[in-house]
Protein backbone atom coordinates (compact mmCIF):
# COMPACT_ATOMS: atom_id res chain seq x y z
CA UNK A 1 0.00 0.00 0.00
CA UNK A 2 2.60 2.07 1.14
CA UNK A 3 4.76 1.65 -2.24
CA UNK A 4 1.52 2.68 -4.38
CA UNK A 5 0.87 5.78 -2.36
CA UNK A 6 4.73 6.72 -3.32
CA UNK A 7 4.75 5.95 -6.88
CA UNK A 8 1.56 7.41 -7.48
CA UNK A 9 2.35 10.47 -4.86
CA UNK A 10 -1.25 10.17 -3.24
CA UNK A 11 -2.18 9.18 -0.05
CA UNK A 12 -2.49 5.40 1.39
CA UNK A 13 -6.41 6.32 2.06
CA UNK A 14 -6.52 7.38 -2.11
CA UNK A 15 -4.91 4.07 -2.76
CA UNK A 16 -6.91 2.08 -0.77
CA UNK A 17 -9.93 3.37 -2.56
CA UNK A 18 -8.84 3.10 -5.82
CA UNK A 19 -7.85 -0.41 -5.18
CA UNK A 20 -11.41 -0.78 -3.80
CA UNK A 21 -12.70 0.48 -7.09
CA UNK A 22 -10.33 -2.02 -9.36
CA UNK A 23 -11.76 -4.87 -7.28
CA UNK A 24 -15.39 -4.09 -8.03
CA UNK A 25 -14.74 -4.10 -11.81
CA UNK A 26 -12.74 -7.05 -11.28
CA UNK A 27 -9.12 -6.03 -12.41
CA UNK A 28 -7.98 -7.28 -8.76
CA UNK A 29 -8.50 -9.39 -5.36
CA UNK A 30 -7.38 -7.20 -2.63
CA UNK A 31 -5.92 -9.47 0.22
CA UNK A 32 -5.24 -9.09 4.05
CA UNK A 33 -2.69 -6.21 4.51
CA UNK A 34 -3.94 -4.29 1.11
CA UNK A 35 -1.87 -6.48 -0.88
CA UNK A 36 -3.59 -7.44 -4.34
CA UNK A 37 -3.43 -10.28 -6.98
CA UNK A 38 -4.45 -8.92 -10.25
CA UNK A 39 -6.11 -10.35 -13.19
CA UNK A 40 -4.29 -7.95 -15.55
CA UNK A 41 -0.49 -7.22 -15.94
CA UNK A 42 0.79 -4.58 -13.71
CA UNK A 43 1.03 -1.75 -16.70
CA UNK A 44 -2.75 -2.17 -17.47
CA UNK A 45 -3.37 -1.52 -13.62
CA UNK A 46 -0.80 1.76 -13.42
CA UNK A 47 -2.94 3.03 -16.20
CA UNK A 48 -6.60 2.47 -14.65
CA UNK A 49 -4.97 4.20 -11.65
CA UNK A 50 -3.56 7.23 -12.85
CA UNK A 51 -6.92 7.47 -15.09
CA UNK A 52 -8.81 7.62 -12.04
CA UNK A 53 -7.13 10.51 -10.48
CA UNK A 54 -9.02 13.35 -10.57
CA UNK A 55 -11.29 11.98 -12.82
CA UNK A 56 -14.57 14.36 -12.61
CA UNK A 57 -12.24 16.88 -13.53
CA UNK A 58 -10.87 15.27 -16.43
CA UNK A 59 -14.27 14.57 -17.70
CA UNK A 60 -15.65 18.08 -17.38
CA UNK A 61 -12.47 19.41 -19.35
CA UNK A 62 -13.07 16.65 -22.19
CA UNK A 63 -16.86 17.49 -21.87
CA UNK A 64 -15.67 21.25 -22.76
CA UNK A 65 -12.72 20.44 -25.40
CA UNK A 66 -15.11 18.50 -27.29
CA UNK A 67 -17.20 22.06 -28.42
CA UNK A 68 -14.02 23.24 -29.88
CA UNK A 69 -14.17 19.96 -32.62
CA UNK A 70 -15.86 20.85 -35.91
CA UNK A 71 -17.27 18.52 -38.44
CA UNK A 72 -14.73 17.60 -40.86
CA UNK A 73 -11.80 18.46 -38.59
CA UNK A 74 -8.32 16.51 -37.95
CA UNK A 75 -7.71 16.47 -34.87
CA UNK A 76 -4.43 15.20 -32.65
CA UNK A 77 -4.86 13.40 -29.29
CA UNK A 78 -2.39 12.53 -27.24
CA UNK A 79 -2.00 9.15 -24.50
CA UNK A 80 -3.33 11.28 -21.82
CA UNK A 81 -5.68 10.24 -19.51
CA UNK A 82 -7.87 13.46 -20.38
CA UNK A 83 -7.19 13.10 -23.72
CA UNK A 84 -9.04 9.99 -23.93
CA UNK A 85 -12.31 11.60 -21.89
CA UNK A 86 -12.48 13.11 -25.40
CA UNK A 87 -12.05 9.94 -27.44
CA UNK A 88 -14.85 8.38 -25.30
CA UNK A 89 -17.13 11.48 -25.68
CA UNK A 90 -16.75 11.16 -28.85
CA UNK A 91 -17.39 8.08 -29.48
CA UNK A 92 -21.09 8.52 -27.43
CA UNK A 93 -21.38 11.96 -28.98
CA UNK A 94 -19.91 11.56 -33.02
CA UNK A 95 -19.30 14.14 -34.92
CA UNK A 96 -19.42 13.89 -38.90
CA UNK A 97 -16.04 13.32 -40.91
CA UNK A 98 -13.78 14.29 -37.87
CA UNK A 99 -10.20 12.27 -38.13
CA UNK A 100 -8.49 11.94 -35.37
CA UNK A 101 -4.71 10.96 -35.25
CA UNK A 102 -3.09 9.40 -32.31
CA UNK A 103 -0.61 7.66 -30.62
CA UNK A 104 -2.78 6.47 -28.08
CA UNK A 105 -3.64 2.56 -27.95
CA UNK A 106 -6.64 3.58 -25.83
CA UNK A 107 -8.10 6.20 -27.96
CA UNK A 108 -7.65 3.91 -31.01
CA UNK A 109 -9.55 0.90 -29.44
CA UNK A 110 -12.06 3.71 -27.95
CA UNK A 111 -12.83 5.36 -31.41
CA UNK A 112 -12.55 1.68 -33.58
CA UNK A 113 -16.06 0.98 -34.04
CA UNK A 114 -17.20 4.56 -34.54
CA UNK A 115 -18.12 4.80 -38.50
CA UNK A 116 -18.10 8.67 -38.78
CA UNK A 117 -14.61 9.19 -36.87
CA UNK A 118 -11.32 8.29 -39.16
CA UNK A 119 -8.62 7.03 -36.95
CA UNK A 120 -4.78 7.24 -38.05
CA UNK A 121 -2.70 5.58 -36.01
CA UNK A 122 0.95 6.53 -36.13
CA UNK A 123 2.52 3.55 -35.49
CA UNK A 124 5.93 3.37 -33.50
CA UNK A 125 7.30 1.27 -30.29
CA UNK A 126 4.33 0.91 -27.63
CA UNK A 127 5.20 2.04 -24.46
CA UNK A 128 3.44 -0.32 -22.10
CA UNK A 129 3.44 2.42 -19.09
CA UNK A 130 1.23 4.83 -20.91
CA UNK A 131 -0.16 2.54 -23.66
CA UNK A 132 0.85 4.72 -26.14
CA UNK A 133 3.18 4.13 -29.81
CA UNK A 134 6.58 6.16 -29.21
CA UNK A 135 10.16 6.33 -31.24
CA UNK A 136 10.83 7.62 -34.59
CA UNK A 137 8.26 5.88 -36.72
CA UNK A 138 5.75 7.49 -34.58
CA UNK A 139 7.03 10.71 -34.55
CA UNK A 140 7.76 10.56 -38.45
CA UNK A 141 4.10 9.80 -38.76
CA UNK A 142 2.73 12.71 -36.77
CA UNK A 143 4.78 15.08 -39.47
CA UNK A 144 3.15 13.94 -42.63
CA UNK A 145 -0.28 15.17 -41.28
CA UNK A 146 -2.13 18.94 -41.22
CA UNK A 147 -3.66 19.07 -38.15
CA UNK A 148 -6.32 21.77 -37.53
CA UNK A 149 -6.43 21.51 -33.80
CA UNK A 150 -3.84 19.30 -31.07
CA UNK A 151 -5.18 18.41 -27.47
CA UNK A 152 -2.30 17.42 -25.17
CA UNK A 153 -2.37 17.33 -21.64
CA UNK A 154 1.08 17.11 -19.68
CA UNK A 155 2.78 16.24 -16.37
CA UNK A 156 3.30 19.41 -15.34
CA UNK A 157 3.23 23.41 -16.54
CA UNK A 158 4.51 26.70 -15.35
CA UNK A 159 5.42 29.65 -16.98
CA UNK A 160 8.98 28.75 -16.51
CA UNK A 161 9.76 25.81 -18.19
CA UNK A 162 6.78 24.88 -19.95
CA UNK A 163 4.75 22.10 -20.60
CA UNK A 164 7.01 19.30 -19.21
CA UNK A 165 6.67 15.69 -19.76
CA UNK A 166 8.05 12.54 -17.06
CA UNK A 167 10.14 11.23 -19.44
CA UNK A 168 11.97 12.07 -22.86
CA UNK A 169 10.59 9.97 -25.64
CA UNK A 170 6.93 11.13 -24.24
CA UNK A 171 7.88 14.51 -24.52
CA UNK A 172 9.58 14.78 -27.91
CA UNK A 173 6.27 12.84 -29.51
CA UNK A 174 3.95 15.35 -27.90
CA UNK A 175 6.63 18.16 -29.22
CA UNK A 176 5.79 16.71 -32.73
CA UNK A 177 1.93 17.05 -31.88
CA UNK A 178 2.82 20.55 -31.13
CA UNK A 179 4.40 21.50 -34.17
CA UNK A 180 2.18 20.00 -36.87
CA UNK A 181 -0.93 21.65 -35.27
CA UNK A 182 -2.79 25.12 -36.20
CA UNK A 183 -4.17 25.05 -32.87
CA UNK A 184 -2.79 23.73 -29.42
CA UNK A 185 -5.66 22.94 -26.70
CA UNK A 186 -3.61 21.76 -23.63
CA UNK A 187 -5.37 20.11 -21.19
CA UNK A 188 -4.74 20.77 -18.00
CA UNK A 189 -6.21 19.97 -14.33
CA UNK A 190 -5.58 21.87 -11.57
CA UNK A 191 -2.62 19.60 -9.89
CA UNK A 192 -0.96 19.92 -13.16
CA UNK A 193 -0.15 23.72 -12.31
CA UNK A 194 3.04 24.95 -10.81
CA UNK A 195 4.67 21.20 -11.59
CA UNK A 196 8.03 20.96 -13.51
CA UNK A 197 8.73 17.38 -14.96
CA UNK A 198 11.25 16.09 -16.39
CA UNK A 199 11.87 17.15 -20.25
CA UNK A 200 9.74 20.30 -21.95
CA UNK A 201 7.56 19.54 -24.54
CA UNK A 202 7.17 22.82 -25.39
CA UNK A 203 6.88 26.99 -24.01
CA UNK A 204 3.33 27.49 -22.58
CA UNK A 205 3.21 30.42 -25.41
CA UNK A 206 2.60 27.89 -28.19
CA UNK A 207 -0.75 27.23 -26.82
CA UNK A 208 -4.04 28.90 -28.17
CA UNK A 209 -6.31 27.50 -25.35
CA UNK A 210 -5.92 26.34 -22.11
CA UNK A 211 -8.35 24.27 -20.82
CA UNK A 212 -8.78 23.55 -16.79
CA UNK A 213 -11.38 22.89 -13.65
CA UNK A 214 -12.46 25.32 -11.49
CA UNK A 215 -10.26 24.17 -8.49
CA UNK A 216 -7.44 26.20 -10.34
CA UNK A 217 -6.76 29.18 -8.21
CA UNK A 218 -7.73 32.62 -10.40
CA UNK A 219 -4.50 34.20 -9.81
CA UNK A 220 -2.90 31.39 -11.24
CA UNK A 221 -5.28 31.48 -14.30
CA UNK A 222 -4.81 35.07 -14.73
CA UNK A 223 -1.01 34.92 -15.25
CA UNK A 224 -1.51 32.57 -17.94
CA UNK A 225 -4.14 35.06 -19.23
CA UNK A 226 -1.91 37.89 -19.09
CA UNK A 227 0.89 36.00 -21.74
CA UNK A 228 -1.80 35.65 -24.08
CA UNK A 229 -3.47 32.68 -23.41
CA UNK A 230 -7.52 32.04 -23.62
CA UNK A 231 -8.02 30.02 -20.30
CA UNK A 232 -11.32 28.50 -19.46
CA UNK A 233 -11.98 26.75 -16.46
CA UNK A 234 -14.98 24.39 -15.94
CA UNK A 235 -16.40 23.18 -13.36
CA UNK A 236 -19.18 19.64 -13.78
CA UNK A 237 -19.20 19.94 -17.32
CA UNK A 238 -21.29 23.72 -17.21
CA UNK A 239 -19.70 26.86 -17.66
CA UNK A 240 -16.64 28.22 -16.89
CA UNK A 241 -15.11 31.27 -15.82
Do not use: W
Not at 49 to 78: H, T
Not at 90 to 96: A, G, M, R, V
Not at 147 to 169: H, N, P, Q, R, Y
Amino acid sequence: MSRLAGTFQVTEETIRRDLELLEKDGYLTRTHGGAVKSSLDQQEIAFYIRNMRNREEKEAIGRKSLEYIQPGEVIALDASTTALQIARLLKENPIKDVVVITHALKVIMTLAESPTITVISTGGVLEQRTMSFVGSLAENALSNYNIKKAFVSCKGVTLEEGITESTDVQAKIKEEIVKGAKEVFLLADHDKFGQAALATVAPVTVVQKLITDDKTPLPEIERYRSEGIDVVAVDSGEGGR
